[in-house]
């Protein structure tokens, strides 16, 4: 035999070392279950409680233990036996009606049904979809009150009767939010309307909580309407009436967006209130009032909504500008052109004018004849029989008003002055208009010898 150098045999050892430290130490996840045997002791220092151990048992030395625990006999299936075994190993002690839950739960999750039997006893069958026959064939209890339901995940059936839904509504919702086991089923009686649930017992506690809460009445579910007045003390009630009921009607109209179309503007996270209002606004143009007839949690809205549009409008002092050169009649026509571009219609005594109304409005103050303030002295200078007398003004000396858009112009005749009601860019202009025209004419003094 050759001898190894000594190099090789250190590398040898350093390479089988990690191997013999894995073959020594069991693999993560599967803990050495030698020794280890089904058992249900009771716990030292904790009366009451036990200690339930179920390494991978077969499903017969669990029934054994669970037979002892519940105190009541087992029929048992000739199918049960060639079920798969049973692993429950809880880390603490459990009381022993908390270790016949687990142990049911257990069962049924492994496909072992528990069906009440007679004189107290417990059908164990096994669910095997290879079996064509229904575990259910033995026959199982139906109970009619929740009380008589027994305890733990028994299988049973539940005659639930229904108050308002019919019962294929009722099937459809259940289904929806109760996951059914292969094995249950609900079926639907039509008279009188009920279901006919076939599930353990914890799925049908389950479904038995739900039906108070969708089973109601749907005239308890409609909102209450009410009317109510509002009263309007600045503005129309005709105009607030009308503006309200406008975007109530245009967002109730409003096609739905399409998915994936960007969102309207707004407050992040809060809908738009008046999307989900129904409601009619009538005026009350007499007592200048809303009826508004809406539900009770939609009033309070509204009611914002008319006292933001019932505000006082805040008046702007108007603008007088007394002339010094012109008469107010012979400026008038000129402001009324000025403040007319851009406005399609101006009012003026008399109703509604077009767009020409500076020279309608010019051509009336040259058919009355001029100005003269105070009366006017007749028959000066005549040889006739008459004397002479102080006769009353022939002129109407009354102030002409003309309404271009949102400005009213006054021209006070009597007083030579232009009054301004209306925006402040309207003041600016008839402002700068005025100081252009009301200037002193260029005089020539003239002086002559006869």
């Known amino acids: 035999m ?5 190099q090789t045999r250190a590398v040898m050892k350093s390479a089988l070392l990690p191997l013999l430290l894995l073959l020594a130490v069991p693999a993560y996840g599967e803990p050495d279950q030698k020794g280890l045997q089904p ?9 009451g409680k036990v200690m339930i151990q179920f390494p991978n048992t077969a499903v017969s030395d669990v029934l054994d233990i669970y037979e002892r625990l519940i105190g009541k006999p087992l029929v048992r299936d000739s199918q049960v036996y ?8 809880p880390p603490a002690p459990v009381t022993r009606e908390e270790a016949c839950r687990l142990i049911e739960s257990a069962l049924l999750i492994n496909g072992y049904l528990l069906l009440p039997g007679p004189e107290g006893s417990i ?9 064509r026959q229904n575990p259910l064939r033995e026959g199982i209890s139906i109970y009619t009150t929740p009380s008589e339901l027994p305890e733990g995940d028994a299988i049973a059936a539940f005659f639930l ?6 019962p294929d509504d009722a099937k459809a919702l259940f289904e929806t939010h109760v996951q059914l086991n292969s094995y249950g089923r609900i079926t639907p009686i039509q008279a009188p309307p009920a279901l006919l649930i076939t599930e353990n017992v914890s799925l049908i506690r389950q479904i038995i909580k739900l039906k108070p ?3 109601v009445n749907p005239s308890d579910t409609r909102k209450s309407v009410i009317t109510e007045m509002i009263e309007i003390q600045h503005a129309d009630a005709a105009s607030v009436a009308d503006i309200i009921q406008t975007m109530l009607d245009s967002r109730t109209a409003a096609p739905k967006p399409r998915p994936g179309a960007p969102r309207r503007p707004g407050t992040p996270g809060q ?3 008046l999307l989900s209002i129904n409601a009619q606004v009538v005026a009350d143009t007499r007592m200048n009032r809303l009826v508004v007839i809406a539900q009770p949690e939609d009033i309070g809205y509204i009611r914002g909504l008319v006292t933001e549009l019932d505000q006082p409008v805040v008046l702007t002092p108007p603008m007088e500008r007394p002339l010094k050169y012109v008469t107010a009649e012979d400026i008038l026509p000129v402001l009324v052109s000025v403040l007319t571009e851009g406005d399609e219609t101006t009012a003026g005594q008399g109703g509604a004018r077009p767009r020409n ?5 010019a051509s009336r103050v040259r058919s009355r004849g001029g100005t003269t303030r105070g009366g006017t002295f007749t028959n000066a200078g005549r040889t006739d029989a008459q004397p002479d007398q102080l006769t009353d003004p022939a002129e109407d000396n009354a102030p002409l008003t003309v309404t271009v858009g949102k400005t009213r112009i006054i021209a006070d005749r009597q007083a030579n002055t232009i009054l301004v009601v209306g925006p402040r860019e309207s003041y600016a202009k008839v402002a700068t208009m005025i100081d252009r025209l009301d200037r002193k004419p260029p005089q020539v003094y003239l002086a002559t010898i006869i």
């Open 357 to 361: 109304a500076a020279a309608q409005v």
């Open 213 to 215: 809460l969708v089973d």
């Open 82 to 89: 060639r079920g798969p075994s049973i692993t429950l190993m």
């Open 39 to 47: 058992s249900v002791e009771p716990v030292e220092g904790a009366p």
């Open 123 to 131: 059908k164990v069958v096994l669910n095997d979809p290879r079996n």
């Open 2 to 6: 050759i001898p190894m150098p000594f």
């Open 271 to 273: 809908p738009d209130p």
């Open 161 to 166: 009767p229904l108050d308002h839904l019919s």
